[in-house]
């Protein structure tokens, strides 16, 4: 059945543009920066003028941001897209570097994620618990042998994550030093164009000299089953090395310890996942949806698109805010509040649509049983810092804590 569109004004009478909000505040950590709020409640799709000068859109609510990520007529390319943020590279980004499949769209997408769809299902992932079950306990006997007070991030919630991608992935963790600062480098938003492809070389020089390995000697990993049995040029499969070693290192870690944030400054959700062992996988997911550490994407129109009334033209940048789409009041009814209860079925916080987290299975594994272990192995963790003191990422493509100080009671 069609319908008649609504009522709203097409994009020649939208008003304003508006710019994208990214100013976050100490009092308010876990929540998107005030502006896009307000922005969702006056135009859940607004036009926004870009850094760059480009006027394009905003989308903060959540059927449209669902509903743009979904539709294949617009594009992830890089060198099609207009970079919202303040501060960033200046003229056309450079397209997706070889295995890079966040900057890429069909087919060559289509023949990268088939490849990895199978190392990443749920039946594997989850076959996985028992490993990531014991790396946790390392980490919290290492902590507890040395003590109350520690850096969470550095203690727990960096190396769980990076030990699992490594195994995963046949990439030895005692080389993390020389690829954690490449990647961490390529997440930054403020780092000069230069900066951000010097990294992008170290971290392929890295997994250029793991490929050449794998495939002299063949390894019961990710990377040695590519190596041997896909028709992977060396090329692409140091891109996808790459890519896959970056996204594992940075996402899951800043859940944990951002996780772990929320957590300690909401005692009594803290003390449900403690006590209530089927609590956790519901509590991750609306973890996911409230934290919504991967907050911001850009796709580009390939062609015009009529959506909630408004044209999009071919060619205009839609920034898609999934943290202020997690947050609408339409979809999550009083969706500030932490609610470890709540079912937050569809929230779009590994995104949505091809470009949907690969390794999101992973993800849930480590934090349903990182998060949990933490809070039953030290009951009296704590902040060891005014939560206004704690350093927020918001400089990062993925946002989080760079520190976080706990303690807890010896005992």
């Not at 008649?4 to 508006?18: G, L």
């Not at 769809?117 to 006997?141: C, N, P, S, Y």
């Not at 049983?369 to 192995?377: I, Q």
């Amino acid at each position: 059945m069609q319908h008649e569109p609504s009522a709203r004004p097409d994009a020649t009478d939208a008003t304003d543009p508006v710019t994208l909000s990214t100013q976050r505040t100490a009092r308010c950590p876990f929540d998107p920066p005030a502006g896009l709020a307000e922005v969702r409640e006056e135009r859940p799709l607004a036009r926004m003028t870009y850094p760059d000068g480009h006027v394009g859109w905003l989308a903060t609510g959540y059927s449209a941001v669902r509903s743009i990520l979904g539709d294949p007529r617009f594009s992830s390319r890089y060198e099609l897209m207009h970079y919202p943020f303040p501060g960033g590279p200046e003229g056309p980004l450079p397209p997706a570097p070889v295995g890079d499949m966040t900057g890429m769209d069909a087919p060559e997408h289509t023949r990268f994620r088939r490849l990895l769809m199978g190392k990443f299902t749920v039946r594997r992932m989850r076959l996985l618990t028992e490993r990531v079950q014991e790396i946790t306990a390392e980490h919290l006997d290492a902590m507890e042998r040395k003590g109350p007070g520690t850096d969470l991030v550095e203690a727990y919630a960096r190396p769980i994550p990076a030990l699992m991608i490594c195994e995963l992935l046949g990439v030895p963790y005692a080389d993390r030093e020389r690829f954690q600062q490449h990647a961490d480098t390529i997440m930054t938003q403020d780092v000069t164009p230069e900066e951000r492809y010097a990294a992008f070389v170290g971290l392929q020089e890295y997994m250029g000299e793991l490929v050449t390995a794998k495939r002299a000697t063949p390894s019961d990993d990710l990377l040695g089953d590519l190596a041997q049995d896909s028709d992977l040029t060396d090329e692409e499969l140091v891109g996808i090395g790459g890519f896959l070693l970056a996204a594992g290192l940075d996402t899951t870690a800043n859940m944990i310890a951002h996780g772990t944030f929320a957590l300690l400054t909401n005692p009594a959700q803290a003390e449900a996942l403690r006590t209530d062992r089927d609590l956790a996988p519901r509590a991750v997911e609306e973890l996911l949806r409230y934290l919504t550490v991967a907050h911001t994407t850009v796709k580009t129109a390939l062609e015009d698109v009529e959506l909630d009334g408004l044209t999009i033209a071919a060619g205009d940048t839609v920034t898609l805010s999934l943290e202020a789409a997690n947050r609408d009041p339409e979809k999550f009814p009083d969706p500030d509040a932490l609610d470890l209860r709540r079912a937050a079925t569809g929230h779009l916080g590994f995104g949505h649509g091809i470009h949907q987290c690969l390794g999101q299975q992973l993800a849930r594994v480590e934090l349903t049983v990182a998060l949990p272990a933490l809070l039953r192995r030290f009951p009296t963790l704590r902040l060891d810092v005014p939560a206004e003191e704690v350093p927020l990422r918001t400089d990062m493509n993925i946002y989080g804590v760079h520190r976080l100080p706990v303690t807890w009671d010896a005992p």
